[in-house]
Nanobody, 124 residues
Framework: QVQLVESGGGLVQAGGSLRLSCAAS????????MGWFRQAPGKEREFVAV????????YYADSVKGRFTVSRDVAKRTAFLQMNNLKPEDTAVYYC?????????????????WGQGTQVTVSS
């Protein structure tokens, strides 16, 4: 069992930055691929970024490529999503998720554990 808690969301102006954190507890954090997803009002949850359990593989949705960076700190059992040059269309609830089955996963059904989400609002 893995428990995930996101933090770092908030209100920011367009062009600003936020860093989301996802603190993990429970089973060995280093064994899990960590993903970030988001869900805007009235829309389906969508993939944002993923970092493999080894930390060597990262992958991003086209909509955030070049602006967002995913990372992990094994010692702190925490995954991060650095978000720069934020746009109003980035407004959503952001979720982190852990997968013990896939090395790099972009679909939500590939993940085993989810956090509760953190709200990110970008004003124009």
């Amino acid at each position: 069992q893995v428990q995930l808690v996101e933090s770092g969301g908030g209100l920011v102006q367009a062009g600003g930055s936020l860093r989301l954190s996802c603190a993990a507890s429970g089973r060995t954090f280093s064994s899990y691929t960590m993903g970030w997803f988001r869900q805007a009002p009235g829309k389906e949850r969508e993939f944002v970024a993923v970092i493999s359990w080894s930390g060597t593989i990262t992958y991003y949705a086209d909509s955030v490529k070049g602006r967002f960076t995913v990372s992990r700190d094994v010692a702190k059992r925490t995954a991060f999503l650095q978000m720069n040059n934020l746009k109003p269309e980035d407004t959503a609830v952001y979720y982190c998720a852990a997968s013990g089955r896939y090395y790099s996963a972009t679909s939500d059904h590939q993940y085993d554990y989810w956090g509760q989400g953190t709200q990110v609002t970008v004003s124009s």
